[in-house]
């Protein structure tokens, strides 16, 4: 068998053979809206079972000395690994609406597993969605063949991240008017490791409210390790068989970088003017559209 028959079959039983080793009861979870205030911010990531990089972004203060409320907007990583305790878990948080950015072809190798009633709505918003499926199969013929000349992750992300802050703009806008008719009931939004699509969608919510640009990439940045985590047995298998170098640049793309958000805020003043322009024109939110975003998210 040759190494490139070899290689994907053996990252899906090793996927399996993880799988298998998980019956080791796991602690309930824990919602930090329904701790004490001060032991909230230790809890901003969710302990699911098969959910990764869940988190409540609720905690953060705005420029006025308010904060974003917790157990009101969720951030998230896909759901197609969620374990029977997860699904009863999620019932706990009381949602309203789960939003998915995935692309077709991500939701049908990987579709979502969801209460069989979930008592949520789900809003489906693809966005990178043939893009995506373009970008897949040019990182996975490179891995294959192992030439990646040319080949320049930090590149992609950056042309992606930018295209969320201009080409994307009418499905970021659906986003945003979900989150406007949800009226503080609690929502979730999710692609598939909850980090480039989830991230910049999260960030421009937290700038409207008045989150200081600072505290925004914090959040950000803060999903560079749950999604290398997410994936890092696919990443030692990666190494083993197909190199260090397939290795690093598959490793860039999981990450996240700094540049990356940057580039779609530059982005956002470049085309549309400045980020109170974004909002108006680009998002379609009047002034008494932000001013219910904040009377329903922040306290």
């Known amino acids: 068998m040759t190494r490139k028959r070899f290689f994907w079959p053996a990252v899906a039983l090793f996927g399996l053979a993880i799988a298998l080793i998980q019956f080791v009861p796991s602690p309930p979870l824990v919602v930090p809206a329904l701790l004490p205030s001060a032991e909230r911010e230790a809890h901003r990531l969710l302990n699911f079972e098969g959910i990764p990089n869940f988190r409540d972004l609720g905690g953060y203060r705005t420029r006025d000395g308010r904060q974003v409320r917790w157990g009101s907007l969720y951030r998230s990583g896909t759901m197609a690994e969620a374990s029977d305790a997860d699904l009863r878990a999620l019932g706990q948080l009381h949602l309203s609406t789960l939003i998915d950015f995935r692309s077709l072809a991500e939701k049908t190798r990987e579709p979502n597993r969801l209460p069989q009633a979930p008592g949520f709505d789900v809003v489906e918003i693809p966005i990178l969605d043939q893009g995506n499926s373009a970008i897949a199969e040019k990182i996975m013929e490179r891995i294959d063949t192992g030439d990646f000349e040319g080949f320049d992750p930090d590149r992609i992300m950056l042309n992606a991240n930018q295209q969320f ?117 680009g998002l379609q939110l009047d002034a008494s559209d932000v001013a219910q975003l904040k009377r329903a998210l922040l306290e």
Request: contains cysteine; hydrophobic residues 45%.
């Open 165 to 281: 802050a201009v080409q994307f703009t009418p499905q970021f806008r659906r986003f945003m008017h979900s989150v406007l008719e949800a009226n503080g009931e609690p929502v979730v939004w999710h692609c598939t490791a909850g980090k480039d699509r989830t991230g910049f969608a999260s960030a421009v919510l937290l700038r409207l409210l008045g989150v200081p640009e600072d505290i925004v990439m914090q959040d950000y940045l803060a999903s560079g390790e749950q999604a290398l985590d997410a994936r890092r047995s696919q990443l030692l298998l990666l190494r083993l068989f197909k190199g260090e170098e397939a290795a690093g640049k598959l490793g860039i793309l999981l990450g996240v970088e700094r540049g990356w958000l940057q580039a779609a805020f530059d982005a956002i003043d470049s085309h549309w003017g400045g980020f109170d322009r974004y909002v108006s024109e």
